[in-house]
């Protein structure tokens, strides 16, 4: 029974969201654009992976390219080259790190590649960007830290929730001292409907199929983490399962749905984490923030306030 995660890989991937998510991938010294502004260098980067991958604007922004794209199924791939109007096109996720002028690289695979792939790119002298998770355990986790400390590259796990308009605000009230002392905190991710993602259109299962709920809590400590500033150094867990087949025979010997964790900080205070992959209830990233001078609740996705 998997009731404690283990809170060891919880807090090596938060170093590398407080490390490195505050900077851009770009490195070397700013030019000076047309109108004046001080801007960063030119991010060359190569996208990995089409399905979640061909779903930003890398290409939108003046300081970005789209140099090249990668992807192993032949409609992904095209998928990518049209969304990016890029025409270097790789099967091979190695030939795409030997293209010139590549100086990034996006990760966008599935959750199990993301250490390896962003080694590999790390290695071949490219900052990165990957999705989230970071990791699957300590030990990749820690080969990541390792790679970017020898390397000097940078790496930035694209957590979302650390970008939400109502994170932003409260990291900044936080900063402020308006909330006084948080003493204690929530977060929820709620994500009901994963079921035909457990599967591709083979009917083989996907990465996803019976994935640990705990094993993707960033959307949630994504949320308390930069706005307490505080680490979560101990935890207990309960999980529920209701003996679904999935929960018998994945990978990942993971019997639960859903998962709820207990949290102490750094600084003594205590929070819950939840999250549930079955659950009548609407799709949520939310949290909350009691402080002993000003409270904050994100609205629940029917616009209850609390």
Same mark, same amino acid.
């Given at each position: 029974m998997r009731e404690t995660p283990n809170t060891?890989?919880?807090?090596?991937?938060?170093r590398l969201v407080q490390g490195f998510s505050a900077g851009t991938l770009a490195a070397g010294a700013s030019g000076q654009q047309a109108d004046g502004r001080r801007g960063a260098a030119k991010v060359n980067i190569g996208i990995v992976g089409g399905g979640f991958g061909s779903s930003f604007q890398w290409h939108q922004d003046p300081d970005c390219?789209?140099?090249?794209?990668?992807?192993?199924?032949?409609?992904?791939?095209?998928?990518?080259?049209?969304?990016?109007?890029?025409?270097?096109?790789?099967k091979n996720f190695r030939e795409l790190l030997k293209h010139p002028g590549l100086n990034a690289v996006g990760v966008f695979t599935p959750a199990p590649l993301h250490v390896w792939m962003a080694i590999e790119a790390m290695k071949a002298g490219k900052h990165v960007i990957s999705a989230v998770p970071a990791g699957m355990s300590v030990e990749e986790l820690e080969e990541l830290l390792e790679t970017v400390k020898r390397t000097g590259l940078r790496y930035m796990m694209a957590e979302t929730s650390f970008y939400r308009p109502e994170v932003i605000t409260c990291r900044e009230w936080a900063r402020e001292g308006r909330f006084g002392t948080?003493?204690?905190?929530?977060?929820?991710?709620?994500?009901?409907?994963?079921?035909?993602?457990m599967y591709d259109d083979r009917g083989f299962p996907t990465w996803r199929y019976g994935f640990p709920p705990m094993q993707y809590p960033t959307h949630? !400590? /994504?949320?308390?983490?930069?706005?307490? #500033?505080?680490?979560?150094?101990?935890?207990?867990?309960?999980?529920?399962?209701? +003996?679904?087949?999935?929960?018998?025979?994945?990978?990942?010997?993971?019997?639960?749905?859903?998962? !709820? /964790?207990?949290?102490?900080?750094?600084? #003594?205070?205590?929070?819950?984490?939840?999250?549930?992959?079955?659950?009548?209830? +609407?799709?949520?990233?939310r949290g909350l923030f009691y402080g002993d001078r000003l409270s904050f609740i994100m609205s629940r996705p029917e616009g209850s306030p609390n």
């Open positions: 060891s890989a919880g807090l090596t991937r938060r390219a789209v140099a090249a794209v990668c992807d192993i199924r032949p409609d992904r791939l095209q998928r990518l080259s049209e969304v990016y109007r890029c025409g270097n096109t790789f948080i003493f204690y905190s929530e977060s929820e991710y709620h994500h009901e409907g994963l079921l035909p993602l949630c !400590t /994504g949320i308390i983490v930069p706005v307490t #500033g505080e680490r979560l150094v101990e935890v207990q867990a309960i999980g529920w399962g209701d +003996g679904h087949e999935i929960l018998k025979t994945n990978p990942y010997r993971n019997p639960f749905w859903n998962e !709820t /964790g207990f949290f102490k900080t750094s600084g #003594g205070r205590c929070c819950r984490i939840s999250v549930d992959w079955h659950i009548a209830a +609407g799709g949520t990233e």
